[in-house]
């Protein structure tokens, strides 16, 4: 089988799977963080956990564009969008936690691995190689223009909501408590609602199944969990803010 037909049939068993993970992760949240559990076997340093799961996607990205053929302005510019993104998210996010669990499963590890081969692999090969071959002028195209700006507001939210949840604990503290100010007066989980904008800016921008697979993907693994987050929340502070959502504004 050629690759073409191959990343058809890959493309579509994932886009699948975004469905079915979406399903489950509302029953049973990925087990990192507050929701580590010994029952779910066996655990790994959790700064190692997330280098492991994070540092595939630019690897793999960008070892798609070197092997090319696309090298033009356009996919430069999907590059350094990628790697500006997931170089925070592999070697700068892990040295920022503080307290809480120091382990988390490997299981959640591997799959969040699993997830980061695949969208890294899909998008790269796409973008650059397999998917419609798209000139410098796409970088005025209103959906190219619209869908980076989505992704950019989207990066800052997701940056400094999860910098105002790390700095809540001071130096040695463990535990939780209540966020607030900014965004999180409103949702509960504004780094995952950037989160999700972001890739929707870039299923925009990039104009691509594999990049609506990024966002459906995110979405099911973000929406179940901040959902899980919301809960938590309610149940652990009997003061927690009645009027805060989980994670859209007024919503949800
Ligand atoms: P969380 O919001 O659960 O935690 C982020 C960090 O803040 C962790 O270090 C956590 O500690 C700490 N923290 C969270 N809440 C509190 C609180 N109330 N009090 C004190 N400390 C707190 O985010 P995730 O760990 O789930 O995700 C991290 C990043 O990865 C996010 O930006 C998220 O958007 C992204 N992500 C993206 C996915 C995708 O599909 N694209 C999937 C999963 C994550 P602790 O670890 O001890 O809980």
Redesign the pocket.
């Given at each position: 089988m050629s690759e073409p037909q191959t990343f058809r049939i890959v493309l579509v068993v994932w886009l699948a799977l975004a469905a079915a993970a979406f399903l489950l992760l509302l029953f049973v949240p990925?087990p990192?963080?507050?929701y580590t559990r010994k029952s779910f076997g066996p655990t790994v340093d959790?700064r190692l956990g997330w280098i492991l799961m994070e540092l595939p996607s630019p690897v793999i990205f960008a070892l798609c564009f070197a092997l090319g053929p696309r090298h033009g302005i356009l996919p430069l510019v999907w590059l350094l969008l990628w790697l500006g993104h997931y170089g925070h998210?592999a070697v700068v996010?892990p040295f920022?936690?503080?307290?809480?669990?120091q382990q988390?499963n490997l299981a959640a590890a591997l799959l969040?691995l699993f997830?980061n081969f695949a969208n890294a692999y899909l998008n790269g090969r796409y973008l650059f190689a397999l998917g419609p071959e798209r000139g410098a002028t796409w970088l005025l195209e209103p959906r190219f223009v619209a869908g980076v700006t989505l992704f950019a507001a989207g990066f800052i939210i997701?940056?400094r909501?999860?910098l105002a949840?790390?700095r809540?604990?001071g130096p040695g503290e463990?535990?939780?408590?209540?966020?607030r100010g900014g965004l999180f007066e409103i949702v509960s989980?504004p780094?995952?609602l950037?989160?999700i904008i972001e890739?929707c800016g870039w299923a925009l921008c990039t104009w691509s199944l594999p990049g609506l697979g990024?966002a459906l993907?995110?979405a099911?693994?973000?929406v179940p969990?901040a959902i899980s987050?919301h809960r938590w929340?309610r149940t652990t502070f009997t003061e927690y803010p009645r009027r805060r959502r989980a994670l859209v504004p007024f919503l949800l």
């Amino acid at each position: 089988m050629s690759e073409p037909q191959t990343f058809r049939i890959v493309l579509v068993v994932w886009l699948a799977l975004a469905a079915a993970a979406f399903l489950l992760l509302l029953f049973v949240p990925a087990p990192y963080g507050r929701y580590t559990r010994k029952s779910f076997g066996p655990t790994v340093d959790r700064r190692l956990g997330w280098i492991l799961m994070e540092l595939p996607s630019p690897v793999i990205f960008a070892l798609c564009f070197a092997l090319g053929p696309r090298h033009g302005i356009l996919p430069l510019v999907w590059l350094l969008l990628w790697l500006g993104h997931y170089g925070h998210r592999a070697v700068v996010f892990p040295f920022q936690m503080r307290g809480g669990a120091q382990q988390m499963n490997l299981a959640a590890a591997l799959l969040g691995l699993f997830f980061n081969f695949a969208n890294a692999y899909l998008n790269g090969r796409y973008l650059f190689a397999l998917g419609p071959e798209r000139g410098a002028t796409w970088l005025l195209e209103p959906r190219f223009v619209a869908g980076v700006t989505l992704f950019a507001a989207g990066f800052i939210i997701n940056r400094r909501a999860d910098l105002a949840l790390q700095r809540l604990r001071g130096p040695g503290e463990s535990g939780y408590k209540i966020p607030r100010g900014g965004l999180f007066e409103i949702v509960s989980c504004p780094n995952y609602l950037g989160e999700i904008i972001e890739w929707c800016g870039w299923a925009l921008c990039t104009w691509s199944l594999p990049g609506l697979g990024f966002a459906l993907w995110t979405a099911a693994n973000l929406v179940p969990r901040a959902i899980s987050h919301h809960r938590w929340y309610r149940t652990t502070f009997t003061e927690y803010p009645r009027r805060r959502r989980a994670l859209v504004p007024f919503l949800l």
